[in-house]
Nanobody
């Protein structure tokens, strides 16, 4: 059974950077497209970015284009989200999702952007 664990969240000042990791255990990520989602208090969960199984295809929400970069290292069974130029509106719990024949979610990691 695939399990996902996010890490790398924390408190950062506006303009700062964080790198989130989504590490998989129990199965290889090779056959899963991966998405990063976020959910702010009182708001619906929204997609932030996604990446294809081989890493050659990526997509981003308009709100994070040019600031966030998704990548994956299948050898390490891990997907990353590099977040630069963070804004207060990026504050949310960030989740990774693996989508194959089934969909799997991690438990989330809190990102707080505040001065």
């Amino acid at each position: 059974q695939l399990q996902l664990v996010e890490s790398g969240g924390g408190l950062v000042q506006p303009g700062g950077s964080l790198r989130l990791s989504c590490a998989a255990t129990g199965s290889t990520l090779d056959y899963y497209a991966i998405g990063w989602f976020r959910q702010a208090p009182g708001k619906e969960r929204e997609v932030v970015s996604c990446i294809t199984t081989n890493g050659h295809g990526t997509d981003y929400a308009d709100s994070v284009k040019g600031r966030f970069t998704i990548s994956r290292d299948n050898a390490k069974n891990t997907v990353y989200l590099q977040m630069n130029s963070l804004k207060p509106e990026d504050t949310a719990v960030y989740y990774c999702n693996a989508r194959g024949t089934r969909s799997y979610w991690g438990q989330g990691t809190q990102v707080t952007v505040s001065s």
